[in-house]
């Protein structure tokens, strides 16, 4: 057992031996490949040196060989369409550099087609200068030129064409790829020479006071991309801000408005003046929106009103002191309730004297119509207390500007032309007590033909006057 042991050992030994041999037979007989083929490079023989490469590359095992071959067999095509070149066929020199493959044949390649879009340029070929530019800049992405190129093609664009639209879109695509680029300056002398025109078309279009916030967001827009006109599209923002607020107002909608003004002054801070000025006047309209609510004795919606002038302007002066007035005249109006309940229990004692006062007091507080006939009312029953006859006969004088007395006088002028001494009358007379607060008062004038009996009940409390009759009825003209 020990013996074959020994044996196989041996075996294993020779076959490693000879599979060595082969190894560095093959290694050696491989080398030799790649030798011949880098003569050929060497020698200049380009065409041939790229078939012998190819040939290793597609037999050979050794990674490291392949990788010489492929490196050697870029060089080849590289060389190969530098001859080219010097022939003037960029045509071929381009398809050559494709095949080198390699970063600098990449830069060859624009090269040749920069020379391609000049022989273009020089033949008058427009279309053809910006195919080719596009190209590059669409296939060659990776170069660090492809800012230049498309700078040369918004230039071109541009001059040959004036396609502003397309222009825009080239310059704002130059901006997002390569915002640090030295040709965005240079595209943004093109675009300056019409961008006015375009911000002034996107802000002509709120003469139509509609859809205000999507052209601000399209200002916006424009206005991410350098220009000579930052400053001239935030003031248009800040205008639109401001027809925005003015619309706010309009519709009554103050908080909005607020809002749109602070959206003016982070555009346009030379509006500050302004805005100070325009949200004072909106406080001021809840100011007198709350002054007509307290007109109308509504003191908590009035006082509502007020503070929301402090959502615009905090510590507002103007709604401080409108509050104080407004909680004044709620206590004013308690304490006129009070008094003239006191003054009510005072003329139901029949202390009219003194319940006048009170009325009056009251009155200075809260000047109501109800306070203002209770003072009259109790005035006029002072008065009927002293002499109520003779403030019968006032009311009446004083009846419409003293219409009762002159048209009595009227007929009574007409029956003594007519009659004559055979006219008679009665003068004033006064019937009934002051105890209910009423009188009547007549007046008689006797005649020959016929006789005239005016009568007329006085409410001395109010100082209204009633006819009694048609006759009178027609003599104090109701």
């Known amino acids: 057992m020990l013996k074959l042991k020994t044996n196989l050992s041996m075996l294993s030994k020779k076959r490693f031996l000879v599979y060595s041999i082969g190894l560095v037979l093959l290694s050696s007989c491989s080398s030799n490949k790649y030798q011949k083929a880098e003569s050929f490079f060497k020698a200049g023989n380009y065409p041939i040196a790229v078939e012998e490469m190819d040939k290793i590359i597609k037999s050979s095992k050794n990674g490291y060989e392949v990788t010489l071959s492929e490196n050697t067999r870029s060089e080849s095509y590289f060389q190969l369409a530098e001859k080219a070149r010097q022939k003037n066929n960029n045509n071929l020199a381009i398809r050559l550099y494709y095949?080198?493959?390699?970063?600098?044949?990449?830069?060859?390649i624009i090269e040749c087609y920069n020379e391609l879009a000049e022989d273009f340029r020089k033949k008058d070929d427009k279309v053809k200068v910006i195919m080719t530019y596009n190209y590059i800049?669409?296939?060659?992405?990776?170069?660090?030129?492809?800012?230049?190129?498309?700078?040369?093609?918004?230039?071109?664009?541009?001059?040959?064409?004036?396609?502003?639209?397309?222009?825009?879109?080239?310059?704002?695509a130059l901006y997002n790829i390569y915002p640090q680029s030295e040709y965005l300056q240079k595209s943004q002398l093109v675009v300056d020479e019409f961008l006015k025109e375009k911000i002034d078309n996107i802000v002509s279009a709120k003469k139509q006071n509609e859809n205000l916030p999507a052209i601000i967001d399209t200002?916006?827009?424009?206005?991410?991309?350098?220009?000579?006109f930052q400053d001239y599209i935030s003031k248009e923002i800040a205008l639109i801000y401001i027809q925005m607020a003015e619309n706010d107002i309009k519709a009554t909608d103050y908080i909005s408005a607020d809002l749109n003004f602070r959206k003016c002054l982070e555009f346009d801070s030379t509006k500050q003046e302004y805005v100070d000025k325009r949200l004072r006047e909106?406080?001021?309209?809840?100011?007198?929106?709350?002054?007509?609510?307290?007109?109308?004795?509504?003191?908590?919606?009035?006082?509502?009103?007020?503070?929301?002038?402090?959502?615009?302007?905090?510590?507002?002066?103007?709604?401080?002191?409108?509050?104080a007035r407004a909680e004044k005249r709620r206590s004013d109006?308690?304490?006129?309730?009070?008094?003239k309940q006191e003054a009510i229990q005072l003329d139901r004692k029949k202390?009219?004297?003194?319940?006048?006062?009170?009325?009056?007091?009251?009155?200075?507080?809260?000047?109501?119509?109800?306070?203002?006939?209770?003072?009259?009312?109790?005035?006029?029953?002072?008065?009927?207390?002293?002499?109520?006859?003779?403030?019968?006969?006032?009311?009446?004088?004083?009846?419409?500007?003293?219409?009762?007395?002159?048209?009595?006088?009227?007929?009574?002028?007409?029956?003594?032309?007519?009659?004559?001494?055979?006219?008679?009358?009665?003068?004033?007379?006064?019937?009934?007590?002051?105890?209910?607060?009423?009188?009547?008062?007549?007046?008689?004038?006797?005649?020959?033909?016929?006789?005239?009996?005016?009568?007329?009940?006085?409410?001395?409390?109010?100082?209204?006057?009633?006819?009694?009759?048609?006759?009178?009825?027609?003599?104090?003209?109701?």
């Open 333 to 339: 109006i308690q304490k006129a309730e009070e008094l």
């Open 351 to 478: 202390k009219y004297t003194e319940a006048l006062e009170i009325f009056k007091r009251a009155y200075q507080l809260d000047d109501t119509k109800e306070l203002a006939d209770l003072i009259f009312e109790t005035n006029n029953i002072i008065q009927i207390e002293k002499d109520p006859k003779s403030f019968a006969m006032k009311v009446v004088n004083e009846y419409e500007g003293g219409i009762i007395l002159k048209r009595v006088a009227g007929l009574k002028s007409d029956l003594a032309k007519k009659w004559g001494k055979d006219m008679r009358e009665s003068g004033w007379k006064t019937i009934g007590s002051a105890t209910r607060m009423k009188m009547e008062l007549r007046y008689d004038f006797i005649t020959p033909d016929d006789n005239y009996f005016l009568a007329w009940q006085v409410n001395m409390k109010d100082r209204t006057v009633i006819p009694l009759n048609k006759l009178t009825e027609k003599l104090t003209g109701k």
């Open 219 to 228: 200002l916006i827009q424009v206005k991410t991309y350098p220009s000579s």
């Open 99 to 108: 095949l080198a493959n390699s970063d600098k044949a990449d830069e060859k």
């Open 282 to 323: 909106v406080c001021d309209l809840f100011i007198s929106h709350g002054h007509n609510l307290l007109a109308k004795r509504q003191i908590d919606e009035a006082i509502s009103f007020y503070n929301r002038a402090f959502t615009i302007i905090p510590d507002y002066i103007v709604a401080k002191n409108a509050i």
């Open 137 to 172: 800049i669409n296939n060659m992405y990776q170069s660090p030129r492809i800012p230049e190129f498309m700078y040369y093609r918004i230039r071109d664009i541009y001059t040959w064409y004036n396609d502003k639209p397309q222009v825009w879109d080239y310059y704002t």
